[in-house]
């Protein structure tokens, strides 16, 4: 070891060319770059500003001169002295005999320390595996300062909605920091950029008489028309020469001609508006499509070319790994409609969060499966107990129950929830709270409190047609709420019920809501009774776990509360709530045996058997069932009838 010093302190070295004496006669200087580090290798790297945007920016920061010294075949240019014509790579991939006469010619300047040959990670096409070159070519650019682009773009993100919303900041991050536009490509075939270019200059031939006779064949000719004129002379006219005018064989990016699709399927039809209200697609495409329309619709309308953005996430298989054929768990949309059906599908779509990636198996479809299964007995039940109704038997909103009241002003709340979450593309939050609706609120509480009243009293009776006309405002809403989501399931519903009287569920609008229905004010008592009901029936599993009885019908308990519970369930039917034959509330301290729920305070139930007879149509236990009829007082009212 000679000496240690800081890589930094060898920044202001020049070096020689080891081949300065054959045409390399210019200074070599020792650059820092961030890149570089000493985990492999010496720390020393050379740097070829034409062949790697690493070695490119770093030139460019250095105010390094470069020039192209390979041609598109990997071959030297006649400009490069000595090895003229000699090729890197051969077009198998192949090494050619380049390197080989460069390593010999700096070994016998006595150039050369050391040679030994090194395995390490290298560019190569992921098709074909064979290595490439970077290459660095003239292209086309477009401007992001000349007229103000960037700016345009970044105001224009502000004037779009993003679902969801992180989208907005993960565009602007990539506008605001992105370099210029390159729109050129080199392709066999693509849309070209119709331009000519001065052969000794350079500069762009700009005539308005060339433009229109371009765009007068192009429409008769398509845009191929260009390639298959080698010259491009007809395209010239009379007064350039073909010779001293280039015609560029570039094409426009895909991505600028997919950023233009706006102008094309959007301003020439009639039938749809500029700008569209919704561009949809996969995150990758704040890069892509989002990215590009963006650009090319600010660069020439001066704003954005959508009104909202939505995108979403990528579909896995249940175990979160990408989908392919390679790993076999590649689940086949159409394989699952023929198993389980076209809505189930849908289902699962909005049953998953798509603003992240969402998984698919068996197994979640199997969960979906339950799910639409209990939607579905939903939409039974109603079906089956409005049989017959008519605008007849419809009981004013005044004139209603209290639980009918709470069921609608749950309607009413779930109805604004919804519209909003449709608004926003929040589909996973239409089907969560319709679902929960369906299941905790109407399968679980309001249809098993009313199957009493829906099976047993008299036809006419006020207490059924409040409930019917109430189950009929909960059928319209749901009905509606999930035609977008299970439209087939719900075009069934609704044939099953009207037939012939209307036309499809789909051509139905969103029934104005009653605004009365928000006003009713009982909402906590009614959380509270619903706690009461909770341990009520947990002492009821209890006796009937232990088959001391068979059905709730058979206890009348007694539940001890406390004042607060005690006045929000005072005067209300208990009984029919809970679901029991009688019920006894008391105010005051329960005995020791009571039973209770931790997360339910000051509620206990002491459970007692009903007194009387069972009656036959109704199955309650009550004093005043007949001897005679085996049925109660209230029966034998409705069947006289």
Request: proline share 4%; aromatic share 12%; charged share 30%.
């Amino acid at each position: 070891i000679i000496d240690k010093f800081l890589g930094n302190e060898l920044s202001e070295i020049i070096c020689s060319h080891p081949l300065k004496d054959k045409g390399y006669d210019y200074q070599v200087p020792l650059l820092p770059a961030d890149f570089v580090n000493t985990d492999q290798g010496t720390g020393f790297v050379h740097i070829a500003p034409q062949h790697g945007s690493d070695d490119y920016e770093l030139g460019q920061k250095f105010q390094i001169k470069s020039f192209p010294i390979l041609d598109y075949e990997s071959r030297y240019l006649e400009t490069v002295p000595i090895f003229s014509g000699e090729c890197v790579l051969r077009p198998n991939g192949k090494p050619g005999n380049a390197n080989h006469l460069v390593i010999k010619h700096i070994a016998d300047e006595g150039g050369l320390f050391s040679s030994s040959k090194f395995v390490h990670s290298y560019p190569h096409s992921w098709r074909s595996k064979a290595p490439v070159i970077f290459l660095s070519t003239p292209q086309w650019f477009i401007s992001m300062s000349e007229n103000d682009l960037r700016k345009k773009a970044l105001n224009a993100i502000d004037n779009v909605k993003w679902f969801p919303s992180q989208g907005r900041s993960r565009i602007y991050s990539m506008i605001e920091n992105r370099p210029e536009w390159v729109i050129s490509r080199q392709r066999a075939w693509g849309v070209p950029i119709p331009v000519f270019l001065n052969r000794k200059t350079g500069e762009l031939l700009k005539d308005e008489s060339v433009n229109a006779r371009i765009i007068e064949v192009f429409k008769k000719e398509g845009s191929d028309s260009w390639f298959s004129d080698k010259d491009g002379e007809r395209f010239l006219g009379e007064n350039y020469d073909k010779a001293d005018w280039e015609k560029v064989s570039d094409i426009v990016d895909v991505w600028f001609e997919s950023g233009s699709s706006h102008a094309f399927v959007l301003e020439d039809n009639e039938e749809l508006k500029w700008p569209a209200s919704l561009y949809l697609e996969g995150t990758d495409q704040h890069r892509g499509w989002f990215h590009s329309s963006l650009l090319e619709s600010c660069g020439t309308r001066g704003t954005a070319p959508f009104d909202s953005v939505l995108t979403h996430g990528f579909v896995m298989d249940g175990s979160g790994r990408k989908m392919s054929k390679s790993l076999g768990n590649v689940i086949s949309p159409q394989k699952v409609i023929d198993r389980y059906g076209a809505d189930i599908l849908r289902l699962w779509v909005v049953g998953s969060d798509y603003t992240d990636d969402v998984r698919i198996s068996d197994d979640i479809l199997k969960g979906e499966i339950d799910t639409y299964r209990k939607i579905r007995n939903t939409l039974r039940f109603l079906l089956g107990n409005l049989h017959g109704y008519t605008d007849k038997e419809f009981i004013s909103y005044s004139n209603l129950p209290r639980l009918e009241k709470w069921v609608l002003n749950k309607l009413f709340k779930l109805d604004i929830n919804v519209r909003e979450a449709y608004e926003d593309y929040d589909f996973h939050n239409v089907y969560k709270q319709v679902r929960n609706f369906c299941i905790n609120d109407l399968s679980a509480f309001y249809f098993d409190v009313r199957k009493d009243i829906l099976y047993c009293d008299s036809i006419d009776s006020s207490r059924r047609q409040s409930t019917r006309s109430t189950l009929n405002h909960i059928f319209k809403f749901i009905s509606v709420w999930l035609a977008p989501i299970l439209c087939f399931t719900m075009e069934e519903v609704w044939q099953s019920r009207y037939g012939e009287e209307t036309s499809s569920i789909h051509l139905e609008d969103f029934p104005e809501i009653d605004k009365e229905w928000g006003r009713y004010e009982e909402i906590s008592r009614w959380e509270i009774i619903r706690d009461v009901r909770k341990v009520v029936t947990g002492a009821i599993e209890v006796e009937r776990k232990a088959k001391k009885i068979g059905s709730s019908l058979e206890v009348s308990p007694i539940v001890y509360l406390n004042k607060d519970k005690y006045l929000a369930c005072e005067g209300m039917d208990m009984h029919d709530i809970c679901i029991t034959s009688n019920i006894t509330l008391i105010e005051g301290s329960p005995p020791d045996e009571s039973f209770n729920l931790d997360e339910v305070s000051g509620v206990h139930v002491q459970i007692k058997l009903s007194s009387g007879e069972k009656c036959e149509r109704c199955w309650k236990i009550l004093e005043d069932v007949s001897k005679s009829d085996s049925i109660c007082s209230r029966c034998i009212e409705v069947v006289s009838q």
